[in-house]
């Protein structure tokens, strides 16, 4: 199948869009941002708007990632794509396999005259969404990376400094038998993604591959070798600490259990995204929130490396009318600003994706007035990313997501050991892989 035929074939309903004849040139952006984040998305279209009469972005909610995805696929069969999509992170080796399909922003900006500098952006969003030659494919927008949030008063109950959180994961089972046995909470800790988190995650933070080919930048013959000493010891220890107390499960894919456990002091910890870290204040106000950064086993590395991101990015999709591109670059160029570009920080918790943006996010005094706001940008640049520690670029990858949440229930309810289940997640997972390489 040729690189467009991905998209053309895909068997999927058709949408319709109209779009009213306007002076100005309309272009459609479609993403998966509602609630507040989604406001906030209108707000900064209605900016650029406001700042030009040329050009119109009219932001379309699509529903969830997977939502928003499918349907873009599906629009541009019946050749009624918008010219920008959201995209979350794992859907990167989807587009990347549609080249025809898409407009690489690097050569966006460069056709359309517009400045263009990817030095810009933090080194770790940068690697993800770049191609094997270094040119980055879709402009960053919303960048986020897992921490640890805790809850101070139950560590100060348990008679625990609630000022120094646990560094490794010796000192979170620690933390956790301490207050657990000291009545203070139920649960020493719980986690969202444990995909993400204690598994992708896991093996950035400890330098380990998780796949051939360079996680799978390499290429599409990659496999995957996560199924290591190192996660089978992890998942153990999860399944043995949950047997315990000291850990309860989150659920699947977001694990949308794991919030109202730390929220009700159920749980004393708790892994999520950074850019939950608004939710997280104005949900857990009966209590002090720290954040701090993901545990490690000192004893695999001295010095963990740096988180990996999640998020997404939004991607230029061909067929538009030549008129819209000139009006798509303009409005990536507005994004970029580094006063957009704190404000989104600062509204939503999602990290600052320019160095710019960070300095003045820094200038204006905001992580002094909300101390650990910069956390997870610490986390995720403090070391140069190594190949393991890049990223990582699959296809099929959300199917594979599922296959690991399958078997770490598998492995929770005592149907398989952490080896059994690990081991099954990656014969399951390759054939997606090659499925998706025979495909594409």
């Not at 203070?184 to 995650?201: P, V």
């Not at 160095?355 to 003045?360: C, D, N, S």
């Amino acid at each position: 199948m040729n690189k467009i035929a991905f998209f053309l074939s895909a068997g999927l309903t058709s949408l319709s869009l109209s779009v009213p004849a306007m002076a100005a040139t309309k272009i459609q952006w479609w993403h998966a941002m509602g609630g507040e984040n989604g406001a906030k998305l209108e707000q900064i279209a209605k900016g650029f708007n406001a700042s030009q009469s040329d050009y119109e972005i009219v932001p379309v909610y699509k529903g969830t990632y997977d939502e928003t995805l499918t349907g873009a696929i599906a629009a541009f069969r019946a050749n009624q794509q918008p010219a920008i999509v959201q995209v979350y992170e794992v859907g990167t080796g989807t587009m990347m396999a549609a080249q025809g399909a898409v407009y690489p922003v690097y050569q966006l900006m460069k056709d359309q005259g517009e400045p263009w500098d990817q030095n810009k952006f933090i080194a770790p969003v940068v690697g993800y969404y770049s191609d094997t030659s270094g040119n980055v494919l879709s402009l960053p927008f919303n960048s986020s990376t897992p921490i640890m949030y805790y809850n101070k008063d139950v560590f100060k109950k348990a008679g625990l400094d609630p000022e120094t959180p646990p560094k490794t994961w010796a000192d979170v089972e620690a933390v956790s038998r301490t207050i657990i046995k000291s009545g203070a909470a139920k649960c020493g800790f719980t986690s969202a993604w444990i995909s993400w988190i204690q598994t992708e995650n896991l093996n950035a933070l400890h330098d380990k591959p998780y796949s051939t080919k360079a996680n799978g930048f390499g290429g599409l013959d990659a496999e995957f070798t996560f199924n290591n000493d190192l996660t089978i010891r992890h998942w153990g220890n999860l399944k043995k600490w949950q047997d315990e107390g000291l850990f309860k499960f989150g659920g699947p894919v977001g694990g949308d259990n794991a919030p109202p456990m730390f929220y009700s002091q159920e749980c004393a910890m708790y892994m999520n995204s950074s850019a939950g870290r608004a939710g997280v204040i104005n949900n857990a106000k009966a209590f002090k929130v720290g954040f701090a950064p993901l545990p490690y086993y000192d004893d695999v590395i001295k010095q963990p490396l740096n988180s990996i991101i999640g998020g997404a990015t939004l991607w230029t999709l061909k067929g538009r009318p030549e008129e819209e591109y000139k009006g798509v670059a303009k409005f990536y160029t507005y994004l970029q600003k580094p006063e957009v570009q704190a404000d989104w920080h600062q509204f939503s918790g999602y990290l600052p994706i320019t160095e710019a943006a960070y300095k003045l996010s820094q200038e204006q005094g905001y992580y002094e007035k909300n101390p650990g706001a910069d956390v997870g940008i610490k986390q995720l640049t403090r070391v140069t990313p190594t190949e393991n520690s890049k990223g990582i670029r699959f296809g099929n990858y959300v199917q594979v997501r599922g296959i690991i949440d399958d078997e770490f229930a598998a492995l929770l309810g005592g149907k398989k050991t952490a080896k059994e289940a690990l081991d099954s997640v990656v014969a399951r997972g390759n054939e997606q892989l090659r499925d998706f390489e025979s495909a594409n």
